[in-house]
């Protein structure tokens, strides 16, 4: 099967990092270009670590695009707190040897799927606010793109930044809402928290297994990764930390890893009270589903793609920064 070509969206976190290593490693990738947006950290600090996890792919060649600085409405809420001030769990390092584009994310986002109709899958791992600029410039953006996938939400489910929402919808509930407004369920599918936290959780055997790989992405995937999996055990009582970003990933990259989905319509509460609530509307008079949701996945299946990827020796240039091993 053809590599898939991908857009990436991502705020670039720890999670993220592992994302980008799945899309860019596994074999059934083929990234066109990343875009960047705040989120878990200030955008140019998410830039910055894009840039390193696509060194360490040996993937510098993909072009990074930088985009919004701050949410549609609301100023920036990071989640540092959760992956550490740099994003990366502060495990020092060094500066990526390439720069990003001059081209911002936005205009890469409606030019790439201009220039390739009906042939790109957009992939989301943040905030939406690159994407929801997008659409108010092109209100048909996502005819333009073969498939959009969303990490974003928390269905039926509490949240993991508020009782209520999943981050990447609370830190820009207004432009979740553009996002679900604009979204025909044939073209948008969402991956929520409440898949990763039931089927994307690294116990610790699965922490165990990912640092005695000993490659250099396995390496910097679990160390990138230690800061994130104290909070979650602290905050959310999980057995381990969890990737909702991979796992949404691993869905774009092969939807045969989905065992349970649904269509529903979608609405994204903006008031203060419950912010970016998903509010998934069953009602008999409810309006007709304006997208996907995938409620589960293979969980054996999602984690045999992450150990496989990060076990590839893969061609490390001179300049990508080295993870030194694991004391
Ligand atoms: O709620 C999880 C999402 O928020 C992930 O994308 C993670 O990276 C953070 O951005
Ligand atoms: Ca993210």
């Not at 993909?62 to 985009?67: D, E, K, S, Y």
């Not at 073209?187 to 055997?205: E, F, Q, Y």
């Not at 970003?245 to 319509?265: F, S, Y």
């Amino acid at each position: 099967m053809p590599a898939l070509p991908l857009i990436i969206d991502t705020d670039t976190g720890s999670d993220d990092a592992v994302a980008l290593l799945l899309a860019a490693a596994s074999g059934l990738g083929d990234i066109r270009a990343v875009t960047t947006v705040a989120g878990n950290v200030p955008v140019a600090i998410g830039t910055r670590n894009a840039l390193i996890s696509l060194e360490i792919a040996g993937r510098s060649d993909i072009p990074v695009h930088p985009g919004c600085e701050r949410p549609m409405i609301r100023t920036l809420s990071s989640a540092q707190h959760v992956h550490g001030e740099d994003g990366m769990g502060d495990t020092g390092l060094p500066d990526p040897a390439k720069a990003p584009e001059p081209g911002h994310a936005i205009d890469a986002l409606l030019s790439y799927p201009r220039d390739h109709p009906g042939e790109l899958t957009l992939v989301t791992l943040a905030p939406l606010t690159n994407i929801a600029a997008a659409l108010l410039r092109d209100p048909a953006l996502f005819t333009r793109y073969r498939h959009v996938y969303c990490m974003a939400g928390a269905a039926d489910t509490r949240g993991n930044i508020s009782p209520t929402a999943e981050f990447n919808v609370w830190a820009d509930p207004e432009a979740a809402r553009i996002v679900a407004q604009a979204a025909t369920p044939d073209k948008v599918t969402w991956i929520g928290w409440d898949v990763s936290r039931k089927d994307a959780v690294m116990t610790p055997a699965d922490q165990q297994r990912l640092q005695q790989i000993g490659t250099p992405m396995a390496r910097f995937a679990h160390r990138i990764n230690r800061t994130v999996a104290d909070w979650v055990r602290d905050v959310t009582g999980l057995a381990g930390y969890d990737l909702p970003d991979p796992i949404a990933m691993a869905v774009a990259l092969n939807p045969g890893l989905i065992t349970e989905q649904e269509e529903a319509h979608v609405d994204i509460a903006v008031g203060d009270e419950a912010r970016g609530q998903m509010l998934i509307d069953r009602r008999v008079v409810a309006p007709a589903p304006n997208m996907t949701l995938v409620r589960r996945v293979d969980e054996a299946g999602f984690k045999k793609l992450l150990f496989d990827t990060v076990a590839a020796p893969v061609p490390v240039p001179a300049s990508a920064p080295t993870i030194p091993a694991t004391p």
